[in-house]
Antibody, heavy 120, light 110 residues
Framework: QVQLVESGGGVVQPGRSLRLSCAAS????????IHWVRQAPGKGLEWVAV????????YFADSVKGRFTISRDNSKNTLYLQMNSLRAEDTAVYYC?????????????WGQGTLVTVSS | QSVLTQPPSVSAAPGQKVTISCSGS????????VSWYQQLPGTAPKLLIY???KRPSGIPDRFSGSKSGTSATLGITGLQTGDEADYYC???????????FGGGTKLTVL
């Protein structure tokens, strides 16, 4: 069965960095675009970034552009989100999600999420 | 302020029908597929509708989706208390080159 498992969340001070990972299993990872979506406490979903199946295309929300990078290692079936210059407003549960059909942002499988708290 | 606009809340009695609207623009809904997600309290979102009106395996036909122009609608019939959740619409925005979601709609089954 398709599984996405995020890790790497925690408490970090403003201005510091954190790297999230998303381990995939149960499907051919290298065939799918993968997204990061976050949800601040008590708030709605916010799209963060996407990387194409082969890593050649990457797109970011304006709120994280220039601070976050997305990458993947298809040999390890793992997606990454490198978050730099973190701010209090980046506090959220971060989900990775599979795009069921390329270029549609139709997210058919989601991980359980990992909580990132940015606080001094 | 979300790119897609949804009502903050809707409510209806068990067994009744409810619709949730999602309004966008020519850069997103009008030219891309719309998907809908259900988020039960304390859980990750789950895909409910994709390609505007298709249901993934395991999603009952009480849930339906439609799209017209720059708007989309989620319909839920035969409401059950277990349907109480937050519902989100989502799509791709060609101008922003970004994924976009609605602000979410909280469904209460009275």
């Amino acid at each position: 069965q398709v599984q996405l498992v995020e890790s790497g969340g925690g408490v970090v001070q403003p201005g510091r960095s954190l790297r999230l990972s998303c381990a995939a299993s149960g499907f051919i990872f290298s065939n799918y675009d993968i997204h990061w979506v976050r949800q601040a406490p008590g708030k709605g979903l916010e799209w963060v970034a996407v990387i194409s199946y082969d890593g050649s295309k990457k797109y970011f929300a304006d709120s994280v552009k220039g601070r976050f990078t997305i990458s993947r290692d298809n040999s390890k079936n793992t997606l990454y989100l490198q978050m730099n210059s973190l701010r209090a407003e980046d506090t959220a549960v971060y989900y990775c999600a599979r795009d069921g059909k390329a270029d549609t942002a139709e997210l058919d499988y989601w991980g359980q999420g990992t909580l990132v708290t940015v606080s001094s | 302020q979300s790119v897609l606009t949804q009502p903050p809340s809707v409510s209806a009695a068990p067994g009744q029908k409810v619709t949730i609207s999602c309004s966008g623009s020519s850069s997103n809904i009008a030219n891309n597929y719309v998907s809908w997600y259900q988020q039960l309290p304390g859980t990750a979102p789950k895909l409910l509708i994709y390609e505007n009106n298709k249901r993934p395996s395991g999603i009952p036909d009480r849930f339906s989706g439609s799209k017209s122009g720059t708007s989309a609608t989620l319909g839920i019939t035969g409401l059950q208390t277990g349907d109480e959740a937050d519902y989100y619409c989502g799509t791709w925005d060609n101008t922003l080159s970004a994924g976009v979601f609605g602000g979410g709609t909280k469904l209460t089954v009275l």
